[in-house]
């Protein structure tokens, strides 16, 4: 006889909101705590090692494919083909690193179910075995996984259980895994030696324990006798107690994973491997996948992608644009979180469409080198483009000693830090954020003499140029008194006294102090 059992597409069925939006995005990221129930329940149509061969060959899990530095090469394998663009694969490395840019590198190529499951670290720790040795070959995804995770997700599919000529009566079941969307249909058909129940759980259906299972169809309910195709059954007629088949499908769930588990109960059938799980998936509307790579320049930079925006007439759909707002106002392009968390929000909420319908892309800022730690009082900058001013080196630090002579830059860590960087961001016409500044503290200068009244004392951080004056050290200006009146005059000492003790030693004029002891 045959029974048929329709999941209804009105029903919301509780799943990780990561696999809602991986179906329509371009890839998710999961816990190790969730990757390994999916893992042990056999979500993942293909388990992707994106490390290097020796790493491989060190531990890597059980059925893992390997391809090679997948992050950095961008090679897809030909075995990862248009039959496995719609199918789920879990991708890892060793510390979850690489294996995020290789989920960019497959969604990019339209592999439409991509779950970025960390490192090998972080797995191990959760209970993932692991395997050591040659290379392995990855399972090809089965044809019932192929017609699950088709493109077209919003087509409707039957799926028939196992083949013929024996179909659900073969013994062991063939596949044991089937992935299905909301509103399949699925088809038992079996001979009256067989029977099909619902398992109450993944332990019951691992020990064949049929305590509190429920019969779904055999020769005690459906009805019918002879062989496997004499008798067909309606399924809007299956009625379980007073509860509905549809119905007990959002109660029988792998934590939030929706899963049915069905086996014979037949003598030992069930532990003979007549059995299966059914994997159930929401059926959510496809979205655009991006069909070509993000930008991966600039450095620092944040990228955004959305199917629709009819909300923001400046925002074009279906092509990588940057986001130079929030690179200037909130970061973006400096903080990972802040481009793919809280903008990628933003978009959403702007363009009134679903988290999922919108892809962004980090590129990591520049690390830039250490700034000079002297001399005390100075400014410095580093930029990472400035085609507007020759004289200014990107990529390097450049002391502002025009700042710190005409602006006191390197007095005041305000007019360093925001101030200068705000002038040079205008003057190479650069974002705020692709400008960095470094402040050194001015020396702190000790007291100067207080005495004797009518003398001009000066200090000096450095004077190479001139032997007889020694740095940082309060000294008398006598010459200056007895010959330019420094002693008399507080112009003279301040102001001309100083330039002349500049220009001598060869420094700034912000690095010479005068004090003046009034006649």
């Not at 039959?83 to 890892?92: E, H, I, N, T």
């Not at 009566?169 to 044991?176: F, G, H, L, M």
């Not at 067989?194 to 055999?218: K, P, R, S, Y």
């Not at 130079?324 to 702007?350: H, K, L, P, V, Y």
Request: charged share 15%.
């Amino acid at each position: 006889m045959a029974i048929t059992v329709n999941l209804p597409t009105s029903r919301q069925i509780l799943l990780f909101n990561t696999l809602l939006q991986g179906l329509c995005s371009a890839f998710e990221t999961l816990q190790p705590s969730e990757s390994y129930l999916l893992w042990k329940a056999g979500w993942f149509a293909v388990v992707i090692d994106v490390r290097t061969t020796s790493e491989y060959a060190s531990g890597h899990l059980p059925g893992a494919y390997l391809i090679d530095s997948l992050a950095s090469n961008r090679v897809i394998p030909a075995v990862l083909g248009d039959s496995c663009k719609d199918c789920p694969l879990a991708v890892y490395c060793r510390t979850g690193s690489r294996s995020k840019e290789a989920s960019r590198v497959l969604a990019a190529e339209g592999f439409i179910s991509v779950y970025d499951i960390l490192g090998v670290q972080q797995l191990f720790a959760h209970g993932f075995p692991a395997e050591k040795g040659v290379l392995s070959s990855p399972a090809r995804p089965t044809s019932t996984c192929s017609q699950a995770c088709r493109s077209n997700m919003s087509t409707v599919s039957m799926v028939t259980i196992g083949s013929g000529p024996t179909y659900w009566s073969a013994i062991p079941s063939s596949p044991s895994t089937y992935w299905v969307m909301e509103g399949d249909t699925l088809t038992f058909r079996y001979s009256r030696y067989h029977n099909v129940w619902l398992m109450d759980d993944e332990q019951a259906f691992e020990t064949c324990n049929f305590e509190g299972a429920t019969e779904i169809a055999g020769n005690l309910r459906g009805g019918g006798t002879g062989n496997i195709l004499s008798n067909t059954h309606n399924a809007d007629e299956l009625i379980v107690g007073s509860v509905s088949l549809n119905t007990l499908v959002t109660l029988n769930r792998l934590e939030k994973l929706s899963v049915m588990y069905i086996a014979c109960r037949v003598s030992s059938h069930c532990h003979m491997g007549q059995k299966i799980k059914i994997m159930v998936s929401p059926r959510p509307q496809p979205a655009t996948v991006p069909h070509r790579s993000a930008p991966r320049s600039p450095a620092g930079s944040c990228y955004f992608y959305v199917t629709s925006c009819s909300m923001q007439a400046a925002i074009t759909p279906n092509m990588w644009l940057r986001d130079s707002w929030g690179e200037a106002n909130m970061r973006s392009g400096s903080t990972i979180t802040t481009c793919e968390q809280t903008r990628r929000a933003g978009f959403a909420s702007w363009c009134s469409i679903p988290f999922s319908a919108v892809t962004m892309h980090f590129n990591p800022p520049q690390v830039i080198p250490s700034a000079p730690r002297s001399p005390a009082g100075s400014c410095y900058f580093y930029v990472t483009s400035c085609s507007m001013q020759a004289a200014i080196t990107p990529n390097m630090w450049l002391r502002d000693r025009w700042g710190e002579a005409n602006m006191r830059s390197g007095s005041t860590i305000t007019t360093c830090e925001q101030t200068r960087r705000a002038g040079f961001a205008s003057w190479c016409s650069i974002p705020f954020s692709a400008v960095t500044m470094h402040f050194n503290p001015p020396q702190v200068i000790p007291s100067a003499p207080r005495s004797p009244a009518g003398s001009c004392y000066f200090y000096v951080t450095s004077c190479s140029m001139q032997a007889a004056i020694t740095p940082n050290m309060w000294l008398r200006d006598s010459w200056g008194e007895a010959n330019m009146r420094s002693g008399s005059d507080f112009t003279t000492c301040e102001q001309t006294r100083r330039a002349g003790f500049a220009s001598w030693c060869g420094i700034l004029l912000s690095a010479v102090t005068m004090h003046f002891n009034t006649p």
